[in-house]
Structure formats: structure tokens, C-alpha cells
């Protein structure tokens, strides 16, 4: 939604510039710090006007792990109704909230679930159709439980060779998410190799083993080899997935080993010579997965269970989100202009980079007020602090005030306008704090205890500026936008 702002705002900046001019009186180190640059100046700026740093403990945005039991799956499930209660409170769509409300209902009697449900996953031509016949044909059939296997489509497969490198990995990264999303659901995995892993099998292993799926890997066609190599490939996947898999579930089979070429030698001295089929060779894996059949069946189902609810939550969690950044877009437009036309207007540049300062710490509390993320004023201030450090460090500042001079330069009206430049420049890189802020707070929980405080992850904070910083460098974007920006500064310009 588009915010008419032009006069009143630009008004607006330069009063609120001029307020600031009087704490020029009292701190004479303002005038010392327009060498460092527009988001330099902003930060020192912002720690001379609210006095102070930033003393909170930083928050683990990481969820804490927890032994799958009862009291987990409840938990899990109390997190989704909050969250079905939140999107309720703000969504205007009671269809939707009323169709996960019937979603979360089913969850409960899944922890009464007899039947457990095994899926077989892995890449392509490693043997997965045979094996769940195999299972399905000999071993279910000697189990007390009822199971359910099921198969996935084959993984690391693209089936469009003429698209180019980076398209074929991200579609083969989709097509894999949409695989294994679908053996969340599932209580057991039996993930096949046919030989030591690759960097992707390894990758994707550890995504299961993130999302708590037991998993077996299984080393099928066993047969190819030696003894000794065998033996050798075995002990040196359990000793790469330690830490991920127990050594016990990484076992070796051969679900439709090759036929034996026998060679006998005939009376008169001819030789006879025919290929002896093979046994299925599964006993170890029927073995283990018997015993986990047998000991962690109630697991199994609970860890289901927890996953069904957490896919639930991140539905939600999308809802919500989206619906929080509707109403945050407009905020940031506001803000945006209000920094460009005090950076635009002001005589004195010192002064400027005070009211950026103040419009960054609104900006940041305003849209931490839409994601449920409580700033004090101290936290509002160091958070703009943090977000002018991580600029200036990864040298947005430098590239954006660049790239948009290089822009008005092409329209000489408006660069003889000495702050026009400094205006565009201050409005981009606030649209940018204040995108990179809602990619942030999307991720983080909707609560935070407040007597741990909030700070911010840097590292992931830096990654999200790097992000929106790319997908609003594209030069149409930028062209629109400094137009969009002249027409808010210089209204007669733009006619």
C-alpha cells in the first residue's frame, strides 16, 4: 500500500532536524564525525543522543533441543493453538484459521496410533522399489505391529537437461525439499546408498537427522564389491555419520545381488557354465529394524507427532508473516521518506545524521511492534547502531550512494541539487534496514522473555542485509526508485 507523503513529510524532517540542532549545543563532538561516512555517522550519532550501549544478553534464536516424549508432543501442540490464536486475533480469513484449527484437532489421537508407517528414500537406480517389495513380501508380514511402507520419488534428479547449472540446482534443491517434506510424516526412514556417500547424501542425511526422523542408512548392492571392500566402505560410513547415526544403523544388504557365473567341468573333459541366481541378502537390516520396532515404538510416533505440529506452526507462521509484512511495507515507505527529507533539507549536515538516527531507532521500534518484538529504547537505538555497522562493513553504503549518483547524474536538474544524493541515498538504505529487519524478525519466535532481553544474531542479521541488498539492486528497481524519491523531495522537478 502506497504512502502520499511529499510536503508534510518533507516539513516533518526538517523540523524534526532542527529539534535536534539544540543537542548540537551540548555535544560538540557532533561536528567531528561527518568523515565516516552517512550509516558511520548515524551510529555514533544514535549512541550520543540516547546515551549508552547496549547491555542485553544476546538471545539463542536456535530452538533447544528436548527428549521426544508426552509432555514434548503437548508442548508442541500448545505452540501451535498460540500461534492458530495469534492469526486468528489478526487474520480476517476464519476459513483458514477454522481448517488448521481441525488440522491441530487430529494431532491428539495420533499419540494413540498403533500403526507405524516406514518410508524408503534415497536417489535414482539404488535399488529402493526392490527393497520395500522385499520387505513387503517377507518381513511384515513376521511383525506384530501393523506397518505401512511407502517409497519417494528418487532424490538428486533433474529431469530437464537443458536448463542451465544454477536453474538445475535450484530446481533439483525444490524437487528434493517437496520429496522429503513428504517423509516427515512418516515415523521411520530407511535412507539407501549404494556405496560410500556423497557430499548431497550427506547433506540430506543430516536434514533428516535435523528433523528428528529416525533413519536407518542402508548400503544396498553390497554385492559389487569384495568382502574387504565391503567390510572397508561399512566401517567408513559409520565412522562419517557418527555424531548423526549410531554405528549399529548404518547396515549392509544386497536386495538383488547379481547371479554367480558357475563354471563345472563335464566327464568328457567340456565345461559347463550357467549364472546361479542369489538370496536376498537383508537379514541385518530386518534384524535392527526389528529391535527398533520393538523398543521405540511410542517414540516413533511421538517424534511424528512433534514434526506434524512444527509443519503446522510454519503454515501458520507463513500466514502471519505475511500479514505483518503488509502492514510493515507502508511503515517503511513512511520512514524512509522522512530520513531522505531531513538528510535532503537540512542546511547543516551534522543534524541530518541525527534525525536519520532518530528516524532508524522509530523505524526499528515501530516494526518491532508489528513482529511482536519489544525493543526498550536502549534496544531500538543499538539495534540501528548494529544495522549502520553491518552496512558500512559489508560496503552497501559505499555501492548504494554510488550506483544512485550515477543515476541522477543522468537527470542534471536534480543533481544540481547538492542533497540529492545524500536525500535518495538515506531513503534507500532505510528501505533496506527496514526490509532486512522483517526478514529477521520473520524468523524469530513471536515471544521473547523479557528478562532476557533481545539482541540481535549478527552473523544472521548481516546475511539477510546481504540478501535484500541484492534483490533490490537490480537496476530497473533502483531507477524507479530514485524517481519515486525525486518526486518526494523535489515535487516540481518530477512534472
Given at each position: 500500500?502506497?504512502?502520499?507523503?511529499?510536503?508534510?513529510?518533507?516539513?516533518?524532517?526538517?523540523?524534526?532536524?532542527?529539534?535536534?540542532?539544540?543537542?548540537?549545543?551540548?555535544?560538540?563532538?557532533?561536528?567531528?564525525?561527518?568523515?565516516?561516512?552517512?550509516?558511520?555517522?548515524?551510529?555514533?550519532?544514535?549512541?550520543?543522543?540516547?546515551?549508552?550501549?547496549?547491555?542485553?544478553?544476546?538471545?539463542?534464536?536456535?530452538?533447544?533441543?528436548?527428549?521426544?516424549?508426552?509432555?514434548?508432543?503437548?508442548?508442541?501442540?500448545?505452540?501451535?493453538?498460540?500461534?492458530?490464536?495469534?492469526?486468528?486475533?489478526?487474520?480476517?480469513?476464519?476459513?483458514?484459521?477454522?481448517?488448521?484449527?481441525q488440522?491441530?484437532?487430529?494431532?491428539?489421537?495420533?499419540?494413540?496410533?498403533?500403526?507405524?508407517?516406514?518410508?524408503?528414500?534415497?536417489?535414482?537406480?539404488?535399488?529402493?522399489?526392490?527393497?520395500?517389495?522385499?520387505?513387503?513380501?517377507?518381513?511384515?508380514s513376521?511383525?506384530?505391529?501393523?506397518?505401512?511402507?511407502?517409497?519417494?520419488?528418487?532424490?538428486?534428479v533433474?529431469?530437464?537437461?537443458?536448463?542451465?547449472a544454477?536453474?538445475?540446482?535450484?530446481?533439483?534443491?525444490?524437487?528434493?525439499?517437496?520429496?522429503?517434506?513428504?517423509?516427515?510424516?512418516?515415523?521411520?526412514?530407511?535412507?539407501?546408498?549404494?556405496?560410500?556417500?556423497?557430499?548431497?547424501?550427506?547433506?540430506?542425511?543430516?536434514?533428516?537427522?535435523a528433523?528428528?526422523?529416525?533413519?536407518?542408512?542402508?548400503?544396498?548392492?553390497?554385492?559389487?564389491?569384495?568382502?574387504?571392500?565391503?567390510?572397508?566402505?561399512?566401517?567408513?560410513?559409520?565412522?562419517?555419520?557418527?555424531?548423526?547415526?549410531?554405528?549399529?544403523?548404518?547396515?549392509?544388504?544386497?536386495?538383488?545381488?547379481?547371479?554367480?557365473?558357475?563354471?563345472?567341468?563335464?566327464?568328457?573333459?567340456?565345461?559347463?557354465?550357467?549364472?546361479?541366481?542369489?538370496?536376498?541378502?537383508?537379514?541385518?537390516?530386518g534384524?535392527?529394524?526389528?529391535?527398533?520396532?520393538?523398543?521405540?515404538?511410542?517414540?516413533?510416533?511421538?517424534?511424528?507427532?512433534?514434526?506434524?505440529?512444527?509443519?503446522?506452526?510454519?503454515?501458520?507462521?507463513?500466514?502471519?508473516?505475511?500479514?505483518?509484512?503488509?502492514?510493515?511495507?507502508?511503515?517503511?515507505?513512511?520512514?524512509?521518506?522522512?530520513?531522505?527529507?531531513a538528510?535532503?533539507?537540512?542546511?547543516?549536515?551534522?543534524?541530518?545524521?541525527?534525525?536519520?538516527?532518530?528516524?532508524?531507532?522509530?523505524?526499528?521500534?515501530e516494526?518491532?511492534?508489528?513482529y511482536?518484538?519489544?525493543?526498550?529504547?536502549?534496544?531500538?537505538?543499538?539495534?540501528?547502531?548494529?544495522?549502520?555497522?553491518?552496512?558500512?562493513?559489508?560496503?552497501?553504503?559505499?555501492?548504494?550512494?554510488?550506483?544512485?549518483?550515477?543515476?541522477?547524474?543522468?537527470?542534471?536538474?536534480?543533481?544540481?541539487?547538492?542533497?540529492?544524493?545524500?536525500?535518495?541515498?538515506?531513503?534507500?538504505?532505510?528501505?533496506?534496514?527496514?526490509?532486512?529487519?522483517?526478514?529477521?524478525?520473520?524468523?524469530?519466535?513471536?515471544?521473547?522473555?523479557?528478562?532476557?532481553?533481545?539482541?540481535?544474531?549478527?552473523?544472521?542479521?548481516?546475511?539477510?542485509?546481504?540478501?535484500?541488498?541484492?534483490?533490490?539492486?537490480?537496476?530497473?528497481f533502483?531507477?524507479?526508485?530514485?524517481?519515486?524519491?525525486?518526486?518526494?523531495?523535489?515535487?516540481?522537478?518530477?512534472?
Amino acid at each position: 500500500m502506497a504512502v502520499n507523503i511529499r510536503r508534510p513529510i518533507l516539513v516533518g524532517g526538517i523540523g524534526l532536524s532542527l529539534g535536534l540542532w539544540m543537542l548540537d549545543l551540548v555535544y560538540d563532538s557532533v561536528a567531528e564525525i561527518g568523515e565516516w561516512g552517512l550509516l558511520g555517522t548515524i551510529t555514533i550519532a544514535t549512541v550520543i543522543w540516547l546515551f549508552g550501549r547496549n547491555t542485553s544478553p544476546k538471545v539463542n534464536v536456535s530452538p533447544p533441543s528436548e527428549p521426544v516424549d508426552q509432555e514434548a508432543v503437548e508442548r508442541a501442540i500448545a505452540k501451535v493453538e498460540t500461534a492458530i490464536n495469534q492469526l486468528e486475533a489478526e487474520a480476517h480469513d476464519h476459513d483458514a484459521v477454522s481448517q488448521l484449527r481441525q488440522q491441530v484437532a487430529q494431532l491428539t489421537p495420533e499419540l494413540e496410533r498403533e500403526e507405524i508407517k516406514l518410508v524408503v528414500t534415497g536417489g535414482k537406480g539404488l535399488g529402493k522399489t526392490t527393497l520395500l517389495q522385499l520387505l513387503a513380501s517377507n518381513w511384515v508380514s513376521q511383525q506384530q505391529q501393523s506397518l505401512v511402507l511407502q517409497e519417494t520419488p528418487a532424490l538428486f534428479v533433474n529431469s530437464d537437461s537443458k536448463v542451465e547449472a544454477e536453474g538445475t540446482a535450484q530446481e533439483i534443491a525444490l524437487a528434493d525439499a517437496s520429496i522429503l517434506a513428504t517423509t516427515w510424516r512418516s515415523d521411520l526412514a530407511l535412507f539407501v546408498i549404494a556405496g560410500d556417500l556423497t557430499d548431497t547424501e550427506f547433506q540430506t542425511l543430516k536434514q533428516l537427522k535435523a528433523a528428528n526422523l529416525r533413519t536407518i542408512l542402508v548400503f544396498n548392492k553390497q554385492d559389487q564389491y569384495l568382502p574387504t571392500e565391503r567390510a572397508i566402505i561399512l566401517q567408513h560410513l559409520q565412522q562419517r555419520v557418527a555424531g548423526i547415526l549410531p554405528g549399529e544403523d548404518v547396515v549392509g544388504i544386497s536386495a538383488s545381488p547379481a547371479p554367480v557365473k558357475v563354471r563345472q567341468h563335464q566327464p568328457d573333459a567340456s565345461v559347463k557354465e550357467w549364472l546361479e541366481p542369489q538370496s536376498p541378502v537383508l537379514s541385518s537390516l530386518g534384524e535392527r529394524l526389528g529391535q527398533i520396532l520393538h523398543q521405540e515404538r511410542q517414540q516413533l510416533v511421538w517424534a511424528t507427532t512433534i514434526r506434524t505440529a512444527g509443519l503446522l506452526q510454519a503454515e501458520v507462521k507463513t500466514a502471519l508473516n505475511q500479514l505483518k509484512r503488509d502492514r510493515a511495507l507502508p511503515v517503511i515507505e513512511q520512514y524512509q521518506w522522512i530520513a531522505a527529507a531531513a538528510a535532503f533539507a537540512n542546511p547543516v549536515p551534522a543534524l541530518d545524521l541525527l534525525a536519520t538516527a532518530a528516524v532508524s531507532t522509530q523505524l526499528v521500534t515501530e516494526l518491532g511492534e508489528i513482529y511482536q518484538q519489544k525493543f526498550s529504547l536502549q534496544q531500538a537505538q543499538t539495534a540501528a547502531k548494529t544495522l549502520g555497522s553491518l552496512m558500512l562493513k559489508l560496503g552497501l553504503v559505499e555501492l548504494s550512494t554510488q550506483t544512485i549518483g550515477s543515476i541522477l547524474k543522468s537527470n542534471t536538474f536534480t543533481y544540481v541539487a547538492g542533497g540529492a544524493v545524500q536525500g535518495v541515498s538515506t531513503a534507500y538504505l532505510t528501505r533496506l534496514a527496514g526490509l532486512s529487519l522483517i526478514e529477521y524478525f520473520q524468523e524469530q519466535e513471536a515471544s521473547i522473555d523479557k528478562a532476557t532481553g533481545l539482541s540481535f544474531n549478527l552473523e544472521h542479521l548481516g546475511q539477510k542485509l546481504q540478501q535484500v541488498f541484492q534483490q533490490n539492486q537490480r537496476q530497473a528497481f533502483l531507477q524507479s526508485f530514485v524517481k519515486q524519491a525525486v518526486g518526494n523531495l523535489m515535487p516540481a522537478s518530477s512534472n
